[in-house]
């Protein structure tokens, strides 16, 4: 089966981060968040991939190659300019002779049931069928309404609670009947969500909703980006860490070098080469990238360090994202921080 990736945005809200790397490559408990979908896409036998790629798309595809060391193969689609996502799906048409046609996005981190979904969608027979997650707060989402039978009757876009018909987000992961695709022009860069969803019902064809439980989170910005660390070393997420557990909640790579006098609060993950002094205090919810060094007397809580941070002596880190190969001299709360 087919799939196809969306991988050509910037990342704007987790600047200054991004300006190192395309959200895709974020790393998400020392791993870029793109690694769990390609292996959660392979588990559930979507093994031909087409990835559009713009902001530093070069860093994606060379990172990944072909695909096969997870388990898929991988084609590239370089864009000269973003398109929007119904825009690159259109560009892709081609590389989809039969559907249903799952589109995903290459930042959102989960562990939906694609089986599930897919039996869902065919079951229904419907003409396409969007994932939806549970929320809370449904001014930070577009949301669908559904009637009795499952069935998409509209949406609302990042309205108060006091206004939603509905707290069923809108995940932005997809199943496309291939004949829908016709629908979208070929020239403009139209998104999914303004034109192609409108267009379906319009048109009156079967849009149906797929309300899942399943772990969902797109790492945009850095409170969900922090969270989603914690997430997953708390197993909120059926994933594979690259770090196995030495403790409960606490995993430690074998070439990292933490200090008898060191304090480690679960759950945290210390990765490769990394070395903790006497008097630090590292977690909970913290993830050092390899390479990093912690100096005596600092604490890093509920931070997440890219590799080869250094964070100085006496230093408090707490709530932050910290770039790769930064020297940390000032202690921080709730900030982004650039790398070297």
């Known amino acids: 089966m087919r799939a196809m990736i969306l991988a050509a945005g910037v990342g704007a809200r987790l600047h200054p981060l991004t300006s190192q790397l395309p959200k895709p490559m974020v790393p998400v408990a020392n791993r870029p968040v793109m690694a769990y979908l390609l292996e959660l896409l392979a588990a559930h036998g979507f093994k031909e991939l087409w990835v559009n790629l713009h902001y530093l798309g070069d860093k994606i595809e060379q990172h990944f190659g072909d695909g096969s060391a997870f388990g898929v193969s991988i084609h590239w689609q370089p864009e000269e300019r973003l398109y929007g996502d119904a825009g690159s799906l259109k560009r892709a048409a081609g590389f989809f002779q039969e559907g249903p046609v799952l589109v995903i996005g290459g930042d959102d981190l989960t562990d939906l049931d694609l089986t ?3 039996a869902h969608h065919r079951d229904n027979r419907a003409d396409a069928t969007i994932a939806l997650s549970p929320v809370e707060e449904t001014s930070q989402y577009g949301v669908a309404v559904l009637d009795e039978r499952g069935v998409v009757v509209g949406f609302q876009e990042k309205v108060p609670l006091s206004e939603a018909k509905s707290k069923l987000a809108n995940t932005g992961i997809y199943l496309f009947n291939r004949e829908l695709l016709d629908l979208i022009p070929a020239e403009g860069a139209p998104l999914l969500g303004r034109f192609l969803l409108p267009e379906i019902l319009r048109l009156g064809k079967k849009l149906c909703g797929y309300p899942t439980s399943a772990y969902w989170r797109d790492v945009g910005d850095l409170e969900v980006y922090r969270q989603s660390q914690s997430d997953l070393l708390r197993g909120r997420m059926q994933c594979r860490l690259p770090v196995a ?6 995993c430690i790579a074998s070439t990292a070098q933490v200090a008898a006098g060191a304090r480690i609060k679960a759950p945290v993950l210390i990765g490769e080469e990394c070395v903790v002094a ?24 509920s931070t997440v360090l890219w590799s080869g941070v250094r964070v100085a002596e ?19 709360e709730g900030q982004i921080l650039a790398g070297g």
């Open 116 to 118: 599930a979904f897919l």
């Open 245 to 250: 557990e030495s403790s409960a909640g606490v």
């Open 278 to 301: 006497e008097g630090a205090c590292i977690g909970p919810d913290t993830v050092l990238g390899d390479g990093c060094r912690i100096d005596a007397g600092a604490r890093v809580a």
């Open 314 to 332: 006496g230093v408090q880190l707490e709530s932050c994202a910290v770039g790769s190969g930064a020297t940390v001299a000032q202690s921080h």
